[in-house]
Structure formats: structure tokens, C-alpha cells
């Protein structure tokens, strides 16, 4: 794989001259900021669900600390090639946090610029490690579960549309099932019901 970014991370550190300790302790940066973006994405999440401040705190600081001492996460910290891993993780984790920072349930529309900012951190995942194809999956299961007013629906674009534009792809709505029991997934929510299935199936052709 190419990965360039990752190989430019590389040519810093060489450039810095401070040998195998330089590279360990920027693996273990970036390791420090995905506890920090996961922290931050769990008390999001926690907020979201109407859990106290306190509460919300609790579990994403557990998760976080579940998340920075894990076993699983060793390699991708004390080896340097282990780099990709992690530093993709960064990307894809802050590439959903800026997602939904702007399509928090406190604004009824998007921010335009924190969509600009979340799809370009998902341009620099894509340079450092090719699994980061799977944040537009995840940000479409953070929006499956978001609760919106008609405003924010009828305001905002299907989830993840902006990373699927810039990508080539363009969906307008997804049908499926018998002609008699239509299923639709639209802005994210599976829908089954005659009145917007017709709106749904308006929007698809449209």
C-alpha cells in the first residue's frame, strides 16, 4: 500500500533526529488523542441518550480508559509500524466527532464547515490506512440512532451524503422487499408505511 501520509509521519521523524524514542513517543501521542476523541464521542453519545452529566461523564471516561489500556491496543503503540493502525484510528475517530459536532441535536441544520472539516479528515484516514473506507458506515449508524426533529430531516441531507460525494456516489433513498411490503431506508431509518413510502419513493426518483 502506499499510505502517504503515514510515510510522510516517517520522513518527520527520521528528520528529527531523535531515533527509535522519537517514533515511540509519537505513537504514544497519537494513542493518547484517540482516548481523548473516544471520551469525547462517548459522552456525546451519552448525552444524546438523556443520561445526567455525571452519568455521561462516568461512562465515557470508562470507555476510554477501556479503549487506552486494552491489550489489543499494544502493538499498535510500542511497534512503529503498528503506526498505521492507530494514527488511522486519529482520522476516522476525529472525522466522526466533527460529523457530529455538526449535526448535534442542538442546531436544526448542518454546519457547513464542520461537514467540510469531517470529510477532509476522512481524506487524511484514506492516506494512512485503507480500512478508514468504513467511516461514512459508521457515521450512517451514529445517524441511524440520532433523534431529529422534522426541521433537522426535512433541513439536512441523508447521512454521510457529503463523504459519498466526494467519494462518486450519490443515494437518494434505498428500496427493497415485495411490491406489496415496501421497505425504505431513508435519512438513516428503516420506514414501512404507505403514506411515506410514497414520499420516499417521490424523493428516490426525484
Known amino acids: 500500500a502506499i499510505r502517504p501520509f503515514l510515510k510522510l509521519t516517517y520522513a518527520l521523524n527520521n528528520s528529527l533526529d531523535l531515533g527509535e524514542v522519537g517514533f515511540h513517543l509519537l505513537n504514544i501521542g ?92 476522512f481524506g487524511l484516514a484514506l492516506l494512512v490506512k485503507e480500512t478508514a473506507v ?28 457529503g463523504h459519498t460525494r466526494a467519494s462518486g456516489f450519490v443515494t437518494r433513498g434505498l428500496r427493497f422487499g415485495s411490491k406489496r411490503n415496501q421497505y425504505f431506508f431513508v435519512n438513516g431509518r428503516l420506514v414501512k408505511d404507505r403514506v411515506l413510502a410514497h414520499a420516499a419513493n417521490r424523493a428516490c426518483e426525484a
Open 30 to 121: 497519537v494513542h493518547m488523542a484517540n482516548a481523548l476523541l473516544v471520551f469525547a464521542l462517548l459522552e456525546g453519545l451519552a448525552r444524546r441518550e438523556k443520561a445526567k452529566p455525571a452519568r455521561a461523564m462516568l461512562m465515557a471516561l470508562t470507555g476510554a480508559l477501556l479503549f487506552a489500556l486494552h491489550p489489543v491496543q499494544t502493538e499498535a503503540v510500542t511497534y512503529i509500524s503498528g503506526r498505521s493502525t492507530s494514527l488511522g484510528a486519529f482520522f476516522s475517530l476525529a472525522s466522526l466527532l466533527a460529523w457530529t459536532a455538526g449535526r448535534g441535536p442542538g442546531s436544526s441544520r448542518s454546519t457547513p464547515l464542520l461537514m467540510i472539516v469531517s470529510a477532509a479528515l
Open 134 to 161: 468504513m467511516v461514512p458506515l459508521a457515521i450512517l449508524l451514529w445517524e441511524s440512532g440520532s433523534p431529529r426533529t422534522e426541521d433537522q430531516r426535512a433541513a439536512s441531507p441523508p447521512a454521510s451524503l
